[in-house]
């Protein structure tokens, strides 16, 4: 039998040979026998062992020798996308395992007043800073530094662990740290593995840290939600920013711009060098218009004021004023620049410098979550809302002179007590009757005298009529006017958390109601609450910011300028960055005539018999008359059925002979009477602004003058005797006294109480 055939390895000993007929005629014999014959492949052969079957080395090297070469080409390609596809990638992770950026915090720019002088500038500090590398390289380390500084190792271990700082940097355990600390441990440096000592920027106050505090504003650490808000301005957890006042406002000027440090790290995640730094450059200068004597002047005279308050007693109930907060504020009656700003109570910026601690973060905010009505972190001046009382006859006396309601001529008899016998006369009740307060039974009276006197009866038929006459004159129209002045609305002032007031109407009443129905019953609006917003009492509540922009919109004869706290930016080198002009607000119309009847009100205030503030300067003005000062007194119920002290206020600008003009707005929250309560503050400003003219040229900071940190000597208030003591004469109940206080800027005079002012309502 024939082998199984290549072809046909199934086929068995089959032979296909072809017939000798068909063979090809070249051929001269059929095919002979192989000499050497083909290995058949069978599946005996494939399932064989190798024992029974013969080697073939040479195709078992060929499929190796394949499988090789593929393996090599993927090997090949791999290598090249590795060094030519991804190389730049992979190299560049590389480098970020071996290289960390940190940045480098700049100095914070400085604040200034218009002469120059440093309000918050920058002092270098020594801090005492651990490696975490080496702590965790000798943590016996940790024991030794707590002993150093005078905390514990577990403190210690809380720095550590803080991810408040970078983890490539060295972590402060010792902020101010003493000349001795740092001697030591430069003498026992070796015992001290990690330990080194640093020098950094930190706020400083040439001035003492509480001078315009409120305006300055305070500096802490960066929040989560500040940072988020700010994904691009290269701010990190380390970065500290204004948190209040001009520092918060101009916090992307004061910044500066961070510098950067590339730190070379080894592979347990340990600083090994420095490869490259960038310097940090320190934020720009804010140069403001106070004028640090002036403002030292007001907070005397605001300080002293609520002081002499506090110790004198209310003629008519004999109880003793609150006085729990108050405000002043001094405005360039042409430019709406801020001169100066205090509130009342204050605090210390001093008390913010390297982070405030939780037992005074906590004492402050006892005082402002209680119910003695002074929170020191409030800025009254510009968040305070104050019932305004006759302080708003400004705008009632204007919208009766523009809508033609009255004439500078126009006289109203005052019986002294105004009746309205309608069924509801206003919110709460049937019928109702209004009292003078200064003014009682003063016979016939226009607007001028109306304004000097505070007569509240001609402000009450006004308030009559205008509802009467709705039809005629609109539904809101001295709403309308008291909002060309600023009053109820919000003045612009470049300072955060600025509140708004608002003007009683029949919107803001029902408005009120839904938000609180149990603190606002009452929705309808009738004449009884018409009558009462027309000289300043109701619901209508402003702030002393707005009261002094509307005085100077008056006093410049109807321009309402924006206030402003800051003049100017100039960069670190002095280059100018920014100049802030005046800004119109808008405009409020009047006829000369008008103007004029209604400044002559104003005037008399002041400078006549009958003026309710007239006793007041006569006592404590210095000035002569060739400096004449107008204004205008409020006193304004703070709530109905109460047995708190009415509220404070008195607005004077001037000298209203020239156009360089001041207004100064005072408010006494529960102090009484404005005449005694808010008006000597104000008298005594004017004395300091007499011997002290504030100067329209800023002394802008240059490349060879830079700011200094002693202010400009302030020549003692007119009238100040060479030699001044402090003394205190301790009255007998209801008995009136005469306080003097020698403050910065001069002596800060508080007349005695009136005895003989009566008030049913509060108005004048």
């Not at 982070?355 to 905010?365: E, K, P, Y």
């Not at 402002?368 to 305004?388: E, F, K, V």
């Amino acid at each position: 039998m024939s082998k199984r055939s290549l072809r046909h390895p199934f086929g068995g000993g089959h032979f296909y040979n072809r017939p000798a007929a068909g063979r090809p005629k070249h051929r001269s014999k059929g095919r002979q026998p192989r000499i050497r014959q083909r290995r058949n492949v069978s599946v005996t052969s494939l399932v064989a062992s190798p024992e029974d079957q013969p080697s073939r080395p040479l195709l078992r090297l060929n499929i190796v020798g394949l499988v090789v070469l593929v393996l090599f080409v993927v090997m090949i390609l791999r290598l090249w996308s590795l060094t030519v596809i991804d190389g730049k990638n992979y190299a560049a992770a590389v480098n970020a395992n071996q290289v960390r950026t940190v940045q480098v915090q700049p100095a914070r720019g400085l604040i200034v007043d218009r002469h120059d002088t440093v309000l918050a500038g920058n002092d270098v500090q020594t801090v005492v800073v651990l490696s975490r590398a080496e702590a965790e390289e000798h943590p016996e380390v940790k024991a030794k530094v707590a002993a150093l500084v005078g905390t514990t190792p577990e403190q210690i271990q809380k720095d550590i662990t803080n991810v408040q700082y970078s983890p490539y940097e060295p972590v402060p355990v010792l902020q101010h740290a003493s000349r001795d600390t740092v001697q030591y441990l430069e003498t026992h440096s070796t015992e001290y593995p990690g330990v080194s000592v640093q020098h950094v920027t930190e706020r400083r106050y040439p001035q003492g840290g509480k001078l315009a505090t409120h305006v300055l504003g305070y500096v802490g650490p960066i929040t989560a939600t500040f940072e988020k808000a700010h994904p691009n301005d290269g701010y990190t957890h380390l970065t500290q920013v204004g948190k209040s006042g001009v520092e918060a406002q101009y916090q992307q000027y004061l910044r500066g711009t961070a510098g950067k440090q590339q730190l070379e790290v080894n592979a347990a995640g340990n600083v090994v060098g420095t490869l490259k730094e960038t310097a940090a450059t320190q934020g720009d200068t804010v140069m403001l218009n106070i004028t640090s004597g002036l403002q030292a002047a007001v907070q005397a005279a605001l300080t002293a004021d609520v002081a002499a308050d506090k110790q004198s007693h209310d003629p008519k109930t004999g109880r003793v004023p609150a006085a729990t907060n108050a405000a002043a504020i001094v405005m360039n009656v042409e430019t709406g620049a801020v001169l100066a700003m205090a509130s009342y109570p204050t605090y210390t910026l001093n008390t913010w410098v390297g982070g405030i601690s939780t037992q005074a973060l906590d004492a402050i905010n006892a005082t402002c979550h209680g119910t003695s009505g002074a929170c020191p972190l409030n800025d009254y001046a510009i968040q305070g809302l104050y019932t305004p009382g006759s302080t708003f006859k400004l705008a009632t006396a204007t919208a009766g002179l523009q809508t033609g309601l009255i004439t500078p001529n126009t006289t109203i008899n005052d019986t002294g007590t105004f009746k309205i016998t309608t069924t509801t006369c206003k919110s709460g009740g049937a019928g109702c009757s209004f009292k003078d307060n200064t003014a009682a039974d003063a016979g016939r009276v226009n607007v001028t005298s109306a304004l000097t006197k505070s007569d509240d009866y001609f402000f009450y038929t006004l308030g009559f009529h205008f509802y009467r006459t709705s039809g005629k004159y609109g539904p809101t129209p001295i709403q309308d006017t008291a909002n060309s002045y600023g009053l109820g609305e919000l003045t612009g002032i470049d300072l955060p958390n600025e509140v708004q007031g608002r003007i009683d109407s029949a919107a803001e009443v029902k408005k009120l109601h839904d938000a609180t129905p149990k603190n606002f019953p009452y929705t309808a609006w009738y004449v009884g609450n018409n009558v009462e917003m027309a000289f300043g009492q109701g619901g209508t509540v402003v702030t002393p910011i707005e009261e002094a922009q509307a005085y100077a919109t008056f006093a410049n004869h109807g321009t309402r300028y924006q206030p402003q706290v800051a003049a100017a930016v100039v960069g670190p080198t002095g280059k100018l960055v920014s100049r802030f002009s005046p800004k119109v607000e808008g405009h409020v119309t009047m006829t000369p005539a008008d103007w004029n009847a209604m400044a002559a009100g104003f005037h008399g205030v002041v400078n006549t018999k009958d003026g309710t503030a007239y006793t007041t300067f006569q006592q404590i003005s210095k000035v002569p008359k060739t400096y004449p000062i107008s204004g205008k007194t409020g006193t304004a119920d703070v709530s109905k059925n109460t047995a708190k002290e009415p509220n404070a206020w008195f607005v004077g600008f001037g000298p209203t002979n020239t156009t360089h003009q001041y207004v100064v707005a005072v408010v006494v929250n529960q102090g009484g009477y404005g005449a005694d309560a808010a008006a000597p503050a104000v008298a005594n400003i004017f004395n300091y602004l007499y011997s002290n003219p504030v100067s329209t040229t800023l002394n802008l900071p240059t490349a060879t003058v830079q700011p200094s940190t002693t202010p400009p000597t302030s020549i003692p208030p007119i009238g100040t005797p060479t030699t001044t003591t402090t003394t205190t004469v301790p009255p007998p109940a209801g008995t009136p006294t005469t306080t003097t206080t020698t403050a910065a800027g001069g002596t800060v005079t508080t007349p005695p109480k009136s005895t003989t002012t009566t008030r049913v309502p509060p108005s004048g």
